[in-house]
C-alpha cells in the first residue's frame, strides 16, 4: 500500500512545489461503529437486522493551514457516520464485501480523501465467531478511473 509522506520525510529539497503524493495527510479514524443492518444471503439475516460493526481509516490531505482550527477546511466525521447510517437504513444487502465498497466509494467523495480502508464484520453471523467480515482498501485513482473487473470461473468436478 503506497502513502503519502509527510514534509518531514521530504529530505533537504524542501521547495519543491506539493502534488498530492507528496503533500502532508493524516487520518480520520472511525472506530467499532455498531449499527443494525439487514445483511445476508441467508433467510434469517434477509427478515431481520443483525449487528454491524463498521472500522474505518480514511486519509486526507491536510487543510493549507492545520493551525487555524477551522471546522470547513476538514472531512466531517460526523457527516461520514451520518452517511452510513443512511446506508443501513437504505435497505437490504447481501454482502459484506458490498457495504464496504459502498462505504469506501462515499468516502472518496469527500473534498481531499486519498485513501481508505474500510472493515465490515457481521458480529452474529457465526456462532462460534466473534465476527466475520471484509476489510477493503480503495484510493483515489481507484474512483477515478473504472477498474477492469475480473470474472471468476467456477467449476464443479463431477
Known amino acids: 500500500?503506497?502513502?503519502a509522506f509527510h514534509r518531514?520525510?521530504?529530505g533537504p529539497d524542501t521547495d519543491s512545489p506539493e502534488t498530492p503524493e507528496t503533500a502532508p495527510t493524516y487520518r480520520i479514524l472511525v472506530r467499532d461503529l455498531i449499527l443494525p443492518w439487514r445483511i445476508g444471503v441467508r433467510r434469517h439475516e434477509i427478515d431481520r437486522r443483525q449487528r454491524v460493526r463498521i472500522n474505518l481509516d480514511l486519509i486526507v490531505l491536510e487543510q493549507t493551514d492545520p493551525a487555524a482550527?477551522?471546522?470547513s477546511d476538514v472531512v466531517c466525521y460526523e457527516r461520514i457516520i451520518e452517511r452510513i447510517r443512511q446506508m443501513a437504513e437504505a435497505g437490504h444487502v447481501k454482502l459484506a464485501e458490498t457495504v464496504a465498497h459502498n462505504i469506501a466509494s462515499m468516502c472518496l467523495t469527500e473534498p481531499n480523501a486519498m485513501e481508505v480502508t474500510v472493515r465490515v464484520e457481521k458480529l452474529e453471523a457465526i456462532h462460534d465467531a466473534a465476527s466475520v467480515g471484509v476489510e477493503i482498501t480503495r484510493n483515489r485513482a481507484d474512483?477515478?478511473?473504472?477498474m477492469p473487473r475480473r470474472q471468476l470461473r467456477i467449476t464443479e468436478k463431477t
Request: net charge negative; no cysteine; glycine share 0%.
Open 1 to 3: 500500500m503506497r502513502t
Open 8 to 10: 518531514s520525510d521530504a
Open 69 to 71: 482550527d477551522n471546522y
Open 143 to 146: 474512483s477515478a478511473q473504472e
